[in-house]
């Protein structure tokens, strides 16, 4: 778990309001992740990367969107679209995708009012 | 899509007792993997089981792969209070799919 960070741990947004979740890892994994977790609901894949300037949507990719820029950084926005935001996001990584280990960040508290 | 399904949701024991949960999928899966999340915390992955039939042990907790490679199972012998915690388990079906699927988690709760 260590190497991966992510800011804010609480974030407050009023609604209507895009925001931007920042990860960072320091790893040098080439797969990176962002994952939504709901209580009782689990983790939920929302997007991943395999390399720069590639993504993928996960299965609720919808009012969300990401970039990959740069290896370390996997920042996503969590659009005005996105009807349910206030959810606990986790970002992870891991070596290459169908690897043995995903790494998870602290986790950042989004709760829109 | 893929599902896995996890059971159960919560359990809770006594300090000393033993704890398993389980988890479910109606294909055939890849790989599976283990984590663990304490209460305010982050996943964090315990182990990973690829063969049929695989059994692999860390100290109380056991961890099992069935010889269809549908279903895995985590034994804790003896709960401790440093156990608590949500479990999860995660899926690989591979043919091409990248993504590992989780379970819901089961929520051990020990009661001192």
């Known amino acids: 778990d260590g190497g991966i960070t992510q800011s804010p741990k609480y974030l407050f947004r009023k609604e209507g309001q895009n925001v931007t979740l920042s990860c960072e890892q320091n790893?040098?994994?080439?797969?990176m992740y962002w994952y939504r977790q709901d209580p009782g609901q689990g983790l939920r894949l929302i997007y991943y990367?395999?390399?720069?300037?590639?993504?993928q949507k996960g299965d609720i990719a919808e009012g969300y969107s990401v970039s990959r820029e740069k290896k370390e950084s996997f920042p996503l926005t969590v659009t005005s679209a996105q009807k349910n935001p206030t959810a606990f996001y986790l970002c992870a990584s891991s070596i290459g995708l169908l690897t043995d280990t995903q790494y998870f960040g602290p986790g950042t508290r989004l709760t829109v009012l | 899509g893929q599902q896995v399904m996890q059971i159960p949701q919560y359990q809770h024991v006594q300090e000393g007792e033993d704890f398993t949960t389980y988890c479910n999928s109606s294909t055939t899966l890849s790989n599976i993997q283990w984590y663990k999340q304490r209460p305010g915390g982050h996943p964090v992955f315990l182990i990973q089981?690829?063969?049929?039939?695989e059994v692999k042990k860390q100290k109380r907790l056991t961890f099992q792969f069935g010889e269809a490679k549908k279903n895995s199972s985590l034994h804790i012998t003896a709960t401790q209070t440093t156990d608590v915690g949500t479990y999860f388990c995660?899926?690989?079906?591979?043919?091409?799919?990248?993504?590992?699927?989780f379970g819901k988690g089961t929520k051990l709760s020990v009661i001192p």
């Open positions: 990367s395999q390399i720069v300037n590639d993504f």
């Open positions: 790893l040098n994994h080439d797969a």
């Open positions: 995660g899926a690989y079906s591979g043919a091409g799919s990248y993504q590992l699927t």
């Open positions: 089981l690829v063969k049929s039939g």
